[in-house]
């Protein structure tokens, strides 16, 4: 995490929408970085804490319009939820608009990009405001060149049996543990919520089609000299017929020494209805993708069982090892001892 | 082909880069509508035939300049070739303003939009023309809505073993044959240079990646109820890790009920030098991708050959029959009938 993000504290916009499902941007905040939640906007729910709502987020307190926030010395409003089409609702523009007055940077990872706006645009300009749109591409898109060879780091990536199944998260709860070892370690977004919590990475799902594989490659390249290990944030999923082609073009782009696969034991179909895969066939259909390119590691199953007693989560644990011959465990339930050593053994036999 | 198509008289800017492999633009208006080509303008060639440079386009004469075109009647200006970046070499500016003076409506497959260009957008205006960007995504994009399982027509996808391998020619090349058949059959295209010759399709490659497969499944349903056959043009390639992303987008969005596999006998290698798969390694990986969703009918191998004679033509044909029991041919060399009635026995017997 950069200094700036050290010192974010951010008024959340969350109106109507803060819950454990919808406010997906607030709430990646409240768990990974919490000491930068100065206070949450949701007249629905004021007077709570974040963490009497979605169950973590602390004390984080919950007001009903932005100009409570101001006691808690806010100095960024996040447009905390991502609505479906990814547009700003229109009654949100006078708080956007408040906030600018008050100089507060703006952070949105909408698809439209407030930056764009020609009245936001003055208005920041006016009150020497910063507008950073997380989703924002970069303007110096490239083709993949196919640098993956030239490659000094391990490049570890999440994948999943479908979207919304712990690629982020399992990485970022990994971090800490493997921060403590030698491995020197990143993260590298690339996704609006991941990049929120590091300043390196790409909105992939936002790159013209054209330059997905290109993007990611030249985030990694940029700092492999840097590093001993890359945490590459995995998008969409394989088994996900709407956003498999940034999923594919993630992959081909990073070409990964090594897989972490995402799983939840308890869900059967995805947002579709199309049932999900077993371990056993999403592990084959990734080594047949990369095939033509590489060898890759499958280092471990990283399991979601929020939804399970502890007894059985336990027992899907076992199952998915059994199934598969790798470590598998819940790295946000259970900590992060297994797989952060599953890839310290990779890697470190690596290198 | 609309009207509009058909009345099209194109002065062709291939400056400098006039041959069988960069001006692909061009060469898909010389093979496929020779009628629309009015004049090439390539410096270094002028004096010749298109016929004498590339073995196709007959009489198209080439010229030295953009005025001397004019003497041929051209009423819009194709930017003919697609330079690395995708964007308009500065020393041609001045060639689209004359065009722009001379009251020819500006068409481009550039991933920047001149349309896009304020000097551009100005000097159009005032000259009553139209700029036209072939890859200008819609404005009204959607993600996958999984529409596939209410279609009544017959999806057929061209995939390759490589970029650049025949998907969209052989389409093209079947498309005389199937439309003498009693199956209503349209071809989709989801290139620049596919959308050069139908008005049905999107550039999915300049599509903003989270909408590829949305952008297709859109352009399919919106002609479902008008045709039996949908030949859909293919992108990039499952093996070409560049744009493999565009690709499985394309085949998850699209959904095909059936896959033409295009292959080139001779080549060995990709363009970054990794080696080419079997057609069997093809096929199998196509069926893989797809096999979490639906079964698909692999009708048979559309061919390259043009780099062989035609004894080893013929036995590259054998020799892929044999590999995949499927039939094989090459139809821009041989003729469309073999792969035409395989996809007619294909499809008849599914309706």
Request: with cysteine; proline share 4%.
């Amino acid at each position: 995490m950069t200094t700036e993000e050290l010192t974010a504290r951010y008024a959340i916009l969350a109106e109507g929408s803060f819950n454990p499902r919808d406010s997906k941007t607030a709430n990646a905040v409240l768990r990974f970085i919490p000491e930068a939640a100065a206070a949450l906007i949701d007249s629905t729910q004021a007077g709570k804490t974040a963490q009497q709502v979605i169950g973590y987020g602390g004390d984080t307190p919950i007001v009903s319009s932005f100009q409570e926030t101001l006691k808690y010395s806010p100095n960024r409003l996040l447009i905390g939820i991502a609505p479906i089409g990814g547009e700003l609702p229109d009654e949100w523009r006078i708080i956007v608009l408040d906030a600018i007055g008050e100089e507060l940077d703006i952070v949105s990872g909408l698809h439209t990009f407030l930056s764009d706006d020609e009245e936001f645009k003055l208005a920041a300009s006016a009150n020497n405001v910063k507008i950073i749109d997380l989703r924002k591409p970069p303007t110096d898109l490239v083709v993949s060149e196919d640098r993956w060879r030239e490659r000094s780091s391990y490049v570890l990536l999440t994948v999943g049996t479908d979207v919304a199944i712990g690629k982020m998260t399992t990485l970022i709860q990994l971090m800490d543990f493997l921060r403590a070892s030698t491995l020197n370690s990143v993260f590298i977004a690339t996704g609006q919520t991941g990049l929120l919590l590091t300043d390196k990475g790409v909105c992939v799902d936002a790159v013209v089609s054209d330059f997905i594989a290109g993007s990611i490659e030249s985030e990694i390249m940029k700092v492999d000299n840097d590093f001993d290990l890359q945490l590459v944030e995995g998008q969409g999923s394989l088994f996900h017929q709407g956003y498999s082609g940034v999923t594919l073009g993630l992959i081909h782009g990073s070409m990964p020494d090594g897989l972490l696969i995402c799983h939840e034991p308890s869900r059967k179909v995805n947002d579709y209805g199309t049932p999900l895969p077993t371990l056993t066939e999403a592990i084959d259909l990734h080594k047949a993708v990369m095939k033509p390119f590489r060898e890759v590691d499958i280092i471990g199953v990283s399991l979601y069982t929020a939804e399970l007693s502890e007894d059985k989560a336990l027992t899907a644990i076992k199952e998915a090892e059994e199934e598969t011959g790798l470590p598998a465990d819940d790295p946000v339930r259970f900590g992060s001892a297994k797989l952060g050593n599953a890839i310290l053994n990779t890697v470190g036999s690596e290198k």
